[in-house]
């Protein structure tokens, strides 16, 4: 078995095919169950985020895996093979578990070093769990992936000078408006994103905040702990009059903000300028309000570009050595574990010549001291283990490339291996 990550580089992906590439709970769903039928796949975990689509998968097959996660996302979305022909981002093996660790540690996001990546990755592998999807490999896999994530976020400065995508927006927006001192923030959204949005822009000291929220409880709710006011959705076209700076991330499938939405809002302010930060994938906002005059639009593509330098930070460099480490202790592990009862089956098989040619001296050398007979056996284990040292490295060093099964057909021929007796 070996690891497979299959999705999409938001870093070089199309806004337009990460937007069909975005997945709601029904999406999500169908892959798994597709996913799940195929005999090439025994794990599987999927993550979904506004900027992320990526599988997961322990596959016995890379070719008969990536056929059958094709035919997952072609029929549960609007991807077409000639999409994941030119887009798809694929690593297997070794790659995909230092995939998994980077993605972890924020240094595959779009913002480098952004840590909302943590709460989302440990919300897909609860999914995943409560489903019966991940088993022992994957399971051990993310679970060390996200303590090297939070390792990395309390050993380095990464998430001090890494700028994230909500700051990267309202720096823009900023520029655009005016002082955020004076401006009122119209948050749109309470999920993760949209609370972190909000959390942001009052430690950035504006104005005032108000929130929307189709569940209008859970928009009160988020308002009230940062100090800010609420409004229900009927009421969205008078927050977006009001509004000097709009962020959005609402998880919606369709558009949340038209065109004529934010011209009657134009209206109504008189012209005055606005500013739009459209964190959403799909996105929330129609592109077309970018043409309307005094009206700036950023969505995910644009604050990408603004944050591509991050990578060159010292920060990073730190970063990158602590996940290198982790993920070749993980290999090492995943290694021995897979590696372990084909070792374990030839040192029963030697031991089991050790025992029976030692009990066969006791018979033609019936006079030999206990302390002889001990001393001679400690000689035999001796050249056993030192006959078995290269064998047990060549297995944990096939096992991590995935061609363990290829060596174990060796070795029940070269030492007559055998299901009985623990053996194979």
Do not use: W
């Amino acid at each position: 078995m070996s690891l497979l990550s299959f999705g999409f580089n938001h870093r070089r992906t199309p806004i337009s095919v990460l937007e069909r590439a975005a997945l709601d709970e029904s999406s999500r769903q169908a892959i798994v169950a597709t996913a799940q039928a195929s005999p090439d796949i025994s794990e599987l975990l999927v993550i979904a985020t506004c900027n992320r689509t990526e599988v997961y998968a322990e596959v016995s097959a890379f070719h008969g895996a990536v056929a059958d996660l094709t035919d997952a996302l072609t029929s549960s979305t609007s991807i077409t093979h000639e999409d994941l022909k030119e887009h798809l981002d694929l690593h297997y093996g070794d790659a995909a578990v230092a995939h998994v660790f980077n993605v972890a540690a924020g240094l595959d996001s779009m913002a480098v070093g952004e840590s909302q990546i943590l709460g989302q990755l440990r919300d897909a592998l609860a999914r995943a769990q409560a489903d019966g999807h991940v088993g022992t490999h994957l399971n051990s896999l993310v679970q060390q992936a996200l303590r090297t994530g939070k390792q990395v976020h309390s050993e380095t400065g990464l998430d001090e000078v890494s700028r994230s995508l909500v700051t990267a927006g309202l720096d823009s927006a900023e520029q655009h408006v005016g002082r955020l001192a004076d401006a009122h923030v119209l948050v749109i959204g309470a999920g993760s994103m949209s609370a972190l949005a909000a959390t942001t822009a009052v430690r950035r000291g504006v104005a005032r905040l108000t929130v929307v929220n189709r569940t209008h409880e859970r928009g009160v709710a988020l308002a009230e702990r940062l100090g800010g006011s609420a409004r229900p959705t009927d009421e969205l076209g008078d927050a977006l009059a009001d509004a000097d700076v709009v962020i959005s991330c609402t998880g919606s499938t369709g558009v949340a903000i038209s065109l004529a939405d934010v011209a009657d809002a134009q209206i109504a302010r008189s012209g005055r300028r606005q500013a739009f930060v459209d964190l959403a994938l799909p996105h929330d906002i129609a592109r077309e309000v970018a043409d309307l005059s005094e009206v700036t639009l950023l969505g995910l593509g644009e604050l990408g570009e603004m944050l591509g330098a991050d990578g060159a930070m010292p920060e990073v460099a730190q970063a990158r050595s602590i996940v290198g480490d982790a993920v070749t202790r993980h290999l090492g592990a995943r290694a021995a574990s897979i590696a372990a009862p084909t070792v374990r089956a030839l040192r029963e098989a030697a031991q089991q010549v050790v025992e029976s040619e030692l009990a066969r001296m006791d018979q033609r050398v019936p006079d030999m001291s206990a302390a002889e007979r001990e001393e001679v056996g400690r000689a035999v284990h001796r050249i056993v283990d030192k006959l078995l040292h290269q064998p047990t490295v060549r297995a944990k060093e096939l096992a991590v490339d995935g061609r363990l099964g290829e060596y174990e057909d060796a070795l029940r021929q070269l030492f007559d291996l055998h299901a009985e007796g623990g053996a194979l």
